[in-house]
């Protein structure tokens, strides 16, 4: 059974960096999609970026300048780095695998990332 | 507010059908393919229609998806209550080389 992991620390202090990891047990890690996907609380999902299947990365406009997402296809780890985090940036936040921009079949649980002033 | 726009709620009562619309632009729907989520409270999203009209394996075919120029849709037919969950539409958009775009998400109250 595919299933896809992850984990980070949950509470941020303003000005902090985000660090979240994933990877994926029971499936392939390379050539797919590998996606980060936010929702902050009673609100809807956000694209951060992804990394496509050939290795290429494409970030939201909004938060490029602050995000960063690298993979370690060796390890299977998939990761997400948000500098100078703020409260706007409290949200779960979730990886995806899949196989093009928008279709994401594989998900992991999501984590709560809490920004406190 | 999301370029993707859908209805923030709809509601039917058991064995109806109901359907959730999702308006975009030339940029993004009217060029590239939607794709459907469900997610239940406190989980993550599940993929339900992929490539406008696409179910995955495993996803009732009670669940369909259609796209007409600019706008797309999502339709539940034979309404159950395990179908109440918040539904989002996404997309590619066009206009600054991404990024995806998600709809603002649409409740689904099986009343």
């Known amino acids: 059974q595919v299933q896809v992991q992850q984990w980070g620390a949950g509470l941020l202090k303003a000005s902090e960096t985000l660090s979240l990891t994933c990877t994926i047990y029971g499936g392939s890690f390379s050539g797919y999609f590998w996606t980060w996907i936010r929702q902050p609380p009673g609100k809807g999902l956000e694209w951060i970026g992804e990394?496509?299947?050939?290795?290429?990365?494409i970030y939201n406009p909004s938060l490029k300048s602050r995000v960063t997402i690298s993979v370690d296809t060796p390890n299977k780890h998939f990761s997400l780095k948000v500098n100078s985090v703020t409260a706007a940036d409290t949200a779960v936040y979730y990886c995806?695998?899949?196989?093009?921009?928008?279709?994401?079949?594989?998900w992991g649980q999501g984590t709560l990332v809490t920004v406190s002033s | 507010q999301s370029v993707l726009t859908q209805p923030p709620s709809a509601s039917g009562t058991p064995g109806q059908r109901v359907t959730i619309s999702c308006s975009g632009s030339s940029s993004n729907i009217g060029s590239n393919f939607v794709y459907w989520y469900q997610q239940l409270p406190g989980t993550a999203p599940k993929l339900l229609i992929y490539r406008n009209d696409q179910r995955p394996s495993g996803v009732p075919d009670r669940f369909s998806g259609s796209k007409s120029g600019t706008s797309a849709s999502l339709a539940i037919s034979g309404l159950r209550s395990e179908d109440e969950a918040d539904y989002y539409c996404?997309?590619?958009?066009?206009?600054?080389?991404?990024?995806?775009?998600f709809g603002g998400g649409t409740k689904l109250t099986v009343l």
């Open positions: 990394i496509t299947h050939s290795g290429g990365t």
């Open positions: 996404a997309a590619w958009d066009d206009s600054l080389g991404g990024p995806v775009l």
């Open positions: 995806a695998r899949g196989f093009s921009s928008g279709w994401y079949n594989y």
